[in-house]
């Protein structure tokens, strides 16, 4: 039967109450069907793999000992010492309708409400502008003034930047092309400089 190589499915389930060894002798070579004691139950043979619903067929003397083993209503069971056949708890099965009759609702305490222990939650002063204007009053002057200072810089270093692009912009023709030639005539001499100094390194 090693990893269940061969698989055979559950037949009815015969309940007996005497020794009777024709019913064992009949039933034993049958495959898929057992046999077992009315006084020895066993629940993985009445609902195998927990499904209830098996084929279950009773012998008349089993069938009348169940009354013997578990009792009944009226009678507690012979066979067992104090055990009583369980009754319904509640017989009507809205429970909804039961908790929200008259009897029940006058009779169940009134609903809990959780209170905080703090009226009001502690606000950080580092991320919270409000609260920090609790604890310092200047500090929405030193707001305003880094926001003026931080503006004013900006302006100025927009303003030198096109100040520094934009050299040529407001000048004439004529100075324009001198400023040309002027640059010209600057790189020229430079590079003649150069030349120089490398020929004399060279000689």
């Keep these: 039967m090693r990893n269940k190589r061969y698989r055979l499915r559950r037949g009815p389930l015969f309940v007996y109450s005497n020794e009777n060894v024709t019913l064992l002798r009949a039933v034993r070579n049958l495959p898929g069907v057992e046999i077992a004691n009315v006084n020895r139950l066993n629940l993985k043979q009445l609902a195998p793999g927990g499904h209830l619903g098996r084929f279950i067929i ?3 003397s089993a069938f009348k000992a169940l009354d013997k083993l578990f009792g009944s209503y ?3 069971a012979a066979g067992k010492t104090g055990y009583h056949l369980h009754r319904t708890v509640l017989t009507n ?3 909804a309708k039961i908790i929200n009759s ?3 609702q006058s009779a169940i305490r009134n609903k809990k409400e959780n209170k905080p222990l703090h009226p009001a939650q502690k606000k ?3 991320k919270n502008a409000s609260a920090m204007e609790r604890l310092n009053p200047h500090h929405l002057t030193l707001r305003k003034m880094d926001q003026t200072a931080n503006e004013n810089n900006r302006q100025k270093r927009e303003l030198a930047i096109k100040a520094k692009r934009g050299f ?3 000048k004439s023709a004529d100075e324009k ?4 030639a002027q640059k010209k005539t600057s790189k020229a001499h430079m590079s003649g400089v ?3 100094l490398t020929d004399a390194y060279e000689k």
């Design 102 to 104: 008259d009897s029940v």
């Design 168 to 170: 040529s912009k407001g």
């Design 74 to 76: 009226r009678h507690a």
């Design 93 to 95: 099965p809205d429970i």
């Design 177 to 180: 092309k001198a400023y040309k």
């Design 194 to 196: 150069q030349k120089n």
């Design 124 to 126: 950080n002063p580092l």
């Design 58 to 60: 009773w012998t008349e």
